[in-house]
């Protein structure tokens, strides 16, 4: 069965530092979402994207972060300079548009520790 | 999306059958009930989605009645493994919708 997959597990950088988040979404999929977690807290929204475009972003999704889709292939989330809040597990999601809109299919996440 | 109201938290034992009730009194007319599982440290799983009556895969059944203002996700004989958060969502079915995850209900299965 297809998988979205992300890399790196687990990143550590220091504040102020620049990170990113790569995903592969399943290929044939065309609606992408970056959505986080901070420890014991709710998984929350921060932006989607449809053909090569932001569709949608939350509030928390200010001007240190973006979002690109370099090659087809892959989608990265870049934190321009990471603040110690930014800590969290960071979740690529992907839909085929085709499906239940709800049936989003998620990465195994990414978690960053920013010290 | 709806406003839905399900328990924070519940126990049961292996082999059990659990039911999870949400609340969703202010459903639209095109929404549709759509349940995630999320195990510790990893991304929520899509289990099951429906819009009335019952549905049922090889993971739960979801139980929907006529007035639509609550669904019952249904869990048969559940495992350890099964320990996981459990989210209702309600809304409507078009794409790209983003996903908005409220607490979700933490299932903690015991031997």
């Known amino acids: 069965e297809p998988e979205v997959t992300q890399t790196p597990s687990h990143q550590v950088t220091q504040m102020g530092q620049e990170v990113i988040l790569r995903c592969v979404p399943i290929?044939?999929?065309?609606?992408f979402y970056w959505y986080r977690q901070i420890l014991g807290q709710k998984v929350e929204f921060l932006v989607s994207f449809y053909n090569n475009e932001i569709s949608e972003k939350s509030e928390i999704f200010d001007d240190q972060f973006s979002v690109e889709r370099p090659d087809g292939s892959n989608f990265t989330l870049k934190i321009r300079s990471t603040k110690l809040e930014d800590s969290a597990m960071y979740f690529c999601a992907s839909t085929s548009g085709t499906k239940p809109a709800y049936e989003q299919y998620f990465g195994p996440g990414t978690r960053l520790t920013v010290t | 999306l709806a406003k839905t109201t399900q328990p924070i938290s519940m126990d049961s034992y292996e082999g059990q059958e659990v039911n999870i009730t949400c609340s969703h009194n202010?459903?639209?007319?095109?929404?549709?009930i759509t349940w995630y599982q999320q195990f510790p440290s990893q991304g929520p799983r899509f289990i099951i989605q429906?819009?009335?009556t019952k549905v049922t895969n090889e993971v739960a059944s979801l139980f929907i009645p006529a007035d639509r203002k609550s669904s019952t996700l249904s869990l048969p004989r559940v495992s350890l493994s099964d320990t996981a958060v459990y989210y209702c969502l309600v809304g409507e079915n078009s794409s790209a919708s983003k996903i908005i995850f409220g607490s979700g209900t933490r299932l903690s299965i015991r031997p």
């Open positions: 429906g819009y009335k």
């Open positions: 290929s044939n999929h065309l609606y």
């Open positions: 202010n459903i639209a007319t095109n929404d549709y």
